[in-house]
């Protein structure tokens, strides 16, 4: 597996956007990026995904650099409700027998 | 989408008793799902991978006898927590794949239980 890098924590003004960023490094080509979320005593979330092009849905966007060394997840508009610690994963395309595993991930913090 | 129901959300027990905790794949057929458990400001933490008709796979470390998984159905896996002590407590979630939809969905996850043994 790839394994990923992000900062332990961040915080971020109600209404501002949230950049979170992930390193990963040692990414193959063939493997996705992904990014999950878990609001407190929940399950994750899944947020998006993508292999090499940027990528927006309803939640977020997420901007993967050209070489997908790095990519960020960005909430444009961040919430109260966006408080969680955010997950960013790398899996293979072919995700037969992959078993997600979860590093620390960022804590994000969304205040008033 | 994909939907995995884990039930129950919360349970407290007796030192020595044990506890179930089932995890269904409501809209879609999981031949394999996934037992974690987290402890408090701690990542999730793979336990085992449940096989559909056959033997789960444990993670290093994590006692197949006290932890016991059945996946009897396409549909349904359950986790047994057996003679459970306060050091068991802890959240626990399972998680599955819709089959064709990884690329798509991802893995999906069910909502978490809340172990507390006392």
Not at chain 1, 24 to 44: K, L
Request: aromatic share 10%; hydrophobic share 30%.
């Amino acid at each position: 597996d790839a394994k990923t890098t992000q900062p332990p924590s961040m915080d971020c003004a109600e209404g501002r956007a949230a950049n979170l960023p992930c390193n990963h490094s040692t990414i193959s080509g063939n493997e996705y990026v992904y990014w999950y979320r878990q609001i407190h005593s929940q399950g994750p979330q899944y947020i998006i995904h993508g292999l090499k092009n940027n990528e927006t849905n309803e939640m977020a966007s997420l901007i993967i650099t050209e070489d997908r060394k790095s990519s960020t997840l960005i909430l444009p508009h961040a919430t109260l409700r966006d408080t969680a610690v955010y997950y960013c994963i790398v899996r293979p395309a072919s995700g037969g027998s992959y078993i997600p595993t979860f590093g620390r991930g960022t804590s994000l913090i969304v205040h008033p | 989408g994909a939907v995995v129901s884990q039930h129950p959300s919360r349970v407290i027990c007796k030192s020595g008793t044990s506890v179930k905790i089932e995890c269904r794949s409501l809209d879609f057929q999981a031949t394999t799902m996934f037992w974690y458990r987290q402890f408090p400001k701690q990542s999730l933490m793979l336990m085992a991978t449940s096989n559909e008709g056959s033997k789960a796979t444990y993670e290093q470390g994590v006692e197949k006898d006290k932890f016991l998984i059945n996946h009897a159905s396409l549909t349904l896996s359950t986790l047994t927590v057996t003679s459970a002590h306060p050091e068991d407590s802890s959240f626990y979630i399972c998680s599955a794949s819709r089959q064709g939809a990884i690329k798509l969905y991802g893995y999906t996850f069910g909502s978490g239980t809340r172990l507390t043994v006392v």
